[in-house]
Nanobody, 126 residues
Framework: QVQLVESGGGLVQAGGSLRLSCAAS????????MGWFRQAPGKEREFVAA????????YYADSVKGRFTISRDNAKNTVYLQMNSLKPEDTAVYYC???????????????????WGQGTQVTVSS
């Protein structure tokens, strides 16, 4: 069982930055590919970014490419999402997720992730 706890959300003005963290309570964190998703009110949960077990492969949704950066520290069992140049449309609850099946790569598909955090709210004001 993997427990994921997100932190770092909050209220920020458009153009600002936030850094989300997701701490995993598992001994073999490096055995999981990790992803970030978000869900705005009335919308489906959507893919944001993913990083492979070693960090060697990274993938972003087009909507955040060039503004967001995903990274991980396997020694600290933590994955990060640095969000710059935030826009009001980035407002959502952000979730991290762990995937135990992707040996080398990443996946953008929500149903392929095995464990989820409780989410952290990000609100970007205009």
């Amino acid at each position: 069982q993997v427990q994921l706890v997100e932190s770092g959300g909050g209220l920020v003005q458009a153009g600002g930055s936030l850094r989300l963290s997701c701490a995993a309570s598992v001994r073999t964190f490096s055995s999981y590919a990790m992803g970030w998703f978000r869900q705005a009110p009335g919308k489906e949960r959507e893919f944001v970014a993913a990083i492979s077990r070693s960090g060697g492969r990274i993938y972003y949704a087009d909507s955040v490419k060039g503004r967001f950066t995903i990274s991980r520290d396997n020694a600290k069992n933590t994955v990060y999402l640095q969000m710059n140049s935030l826009k009001p449309e980035d407002t959502a609850v952000y979730y991290c997720a762990a995937d135990r099946e992707q040996a080398m790569g990443v996946t953008v598909w929500r149903h392929e992730y095995d464990y989820w955090g409780q989410g952290t709210q990000v609100t970007v004001s205009s």
